[in-house]
């Protein structure tokens, strides 16, 4: 079965600084990682995918994460937050890329403060 | 190109009525996915579809919660006999034929029963 942890349902950090939101994941065959956006009243959306390809995805609005096999993780980063990345971050994994039955973590809210 | 529609954004119903969320997939889309999101929790997957078929409906409740993707028309997601424990976010989420990775997000449907 696979699993995702996101270690702190809350991240608060001052605009400008790095923003750090971890993801740990658990499968027993290899993974495929998402981390989606969601803002308030609205849908998720696709900040960035790891298919085996690069280890160091870079994903929209300024985001990367790097996928460290050694260390079960997916973590997202970016170097300095603006105001607007205020939202909540899901982490997810799937098993293949024919059958998408994402599994999610529980969520990270960022707070970003001026 | 629309992205994936659903209706109503907000649905209020009383205890014991009758709730059906609609989901209209990305034009080309032929997969169809529901997530449930209950409060200060991750999203979780209830079933997957294809136009006449279910494909997988694991994460849906045994009881009262049923969903269909017929040949033309929406996807419908039909919870009866509401309880307040159905209270959550409702998210539908499309792709195109298998061997792409990426599913496309709704802005959801936020059920209320009161």
């Known amino acids: 079965a696979q699993s995702v942890t996101q270690l702190g349902s809350h991240v608060s950090v001052s605009e400008g600084a790095l923003v750090l939101l971890r993801c740990n994941y658990s499968?027993?065959?290899?993974?495929?990682l998402f981390w989606y956006v969601q803002y308030p009243n609205q849908g998720l959306q696709l900040l960035l995918k790891?298919?085996?390809?690069?280890?160091l995805v870079k994903g929209i609005n300024g985001f990367e994460a790097e996928f460290k096999k050694s260390e079960t993780s997916f973590h997202l980063t970016k170097p300095s937050a603006h105001m607007s990345d205020a939202a909540e971050y899901f982490c997810?994994?799937?098993?293949?890329?024919?059958?998408?039955?994402?599994?999610f973590g529980t969520g990270t809210r960022l707070l970003v403060s001026p | 190109n629309a992205g994936v529609m659903q209706n109503p954004r907000h649905l209020v119903r009383r205890r014991g009525q009758e709730a059906r969320l609609r989901c209209s997939p990305m034009?080309?889309?032929?997969?169809v996915y529901w997530y449930r999101q209950l409060p200060e929790e991750g999203l979780k997957f209830m079933v997957y579809?294809?136009?006449?078929?279910?494909?997988?409906e694991s994460g849906m409740p045994k009881e009262r919660f049923s969903a269909e993707f017929p040949k033309e028309g929406p996807s419908i997601l039909r919870i009866q006999q509401v309880v307040r424990g159905d209270s959550a976010a409702y998210f539908c989420?499309?792709?195109?034929?298998?061997?792409?990775?990426?599913?496309?997000f709704g802005q959801g449907t936020r059920l209320t029963v009161v």
């Open positions: 989420a499309s792709s195109p034929p298998p061997g792409l990775t990426e599913a496309f």
């Open positions: 499968s027993s065959v290899p993974p495929y």
């Open positions: 790891y298919t085996s390809a690069a280890t």
């Open positions: 997810a994994v799937s098993k293949d890329t024919g059958f998408q039955k994402l599994v």
């Open positions: 034009k080309g889309h032929s997969h």
């Open positions: 579809l294809q136009k006449e078929n279910i494909i997988d």
